[in-house]
């Protein structure tokens, strides 16, 4: 693998576009990150909280870490300090200790609502009436530590294009339902997380503004 030749090709593919890259390096050495950050890139992604933590130490402090996977309330307090997005929020119980990090540690925590959009139901996430319900609660606008900046969701795994492009159709339209609603302190959408390495492209195209790709930078885990 040509990592520094593989974000090339994503940063050319990503000109012109709103669209921004999360590099995802998961189970990948620090040596590969580094290589990723001599690149030019400022943007990584984990979905382990133990990972995450232990690689953040070691690297460079001007690094956003995104955390994408599913996010237990007992470790919601190692990555508070210093996490720059949440992506996988998917219960008020969760938004709630995410706030109360962002109290203690006093700052306002970005976060993304992880909504259930593939036909597997093992993958994470809310469905549009949990969304509505978290939204809309009395006790959200409690919530002054945290900030939901939009949405994230994951495709079927699937080869049927048109199977994922009706899925991310369907979240983005979900999305800008919620983007039209008047803005809150807390709650102020602009992000749109959809894509990873199978399906970039057609979250590109159904208006991603975040991908997150791993393999097809890095190589197969
Ligand atoms: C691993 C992972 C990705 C990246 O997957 P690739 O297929 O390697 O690009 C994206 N999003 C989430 C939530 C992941 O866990």
Redesign the pocket.
């Known amino acids: 693998m040509n990592i520094k030749n593989n974000i090339l090709k994503f940063q050319e593919s990503l000109l012109g576009t709103s669209c921004k890259l999360v590099a ?1 390096t ?1 189970t990948k050495p620090i040596s590969d990150i580094l290589e990723a950050y001599e690149a030019g890139l400022t943007r990584f992604g984990e ?1 382990k909280v133990q990972e995450l933590t232990e690689k953040s130490s070691q690297l460079p402090e001007d690094i956003e870490w995104h955390m ?2 599913h996010l237990q309330r007992n470790k919601v307090k190692y990555i508070a300090p210093f996490i720059s997005l949440i992506h996988s929020v998917d219960s008020f119980r969760l938004l709630q200790e995410v706030n109360k990090e962002g109290i203690k540690n006093n700052r306002i925590i970005n976060c993304l609502l992880q909504m259930h959009i593939a036909e597997e139901e093992t993958k994470f996430g809310l469905s549009e009436k949990e969304l509505f319900d978290l939204i809309n609660s009395v006790e959200f606008d409690d919530l002054q530590n945290i900030k939901i900046l939009g949405l994230m969701g ?1 495709a079927t795994f699937t080869d049927d294009e048109k199977q994922i492009r009706k899925e991310f159709k369907g979240l983005k339209k979900l999305f800008e339902r919620i983007k039209e609603q008047p803005a809150r302190e807390n709650l102020f959408f602009s992000e749109l997380s959809m894509g ?3 399906d970039y492209k057609i979250g590109i195209e159904e208006g991603s503004t975040m991908i ?5 930078i890095f190589g197969s ?1």
């Open positions: 995802v998961k979905n994408i996977g994951m990873m390495s199978s997150r790709v791993g393999s097809a885990r």
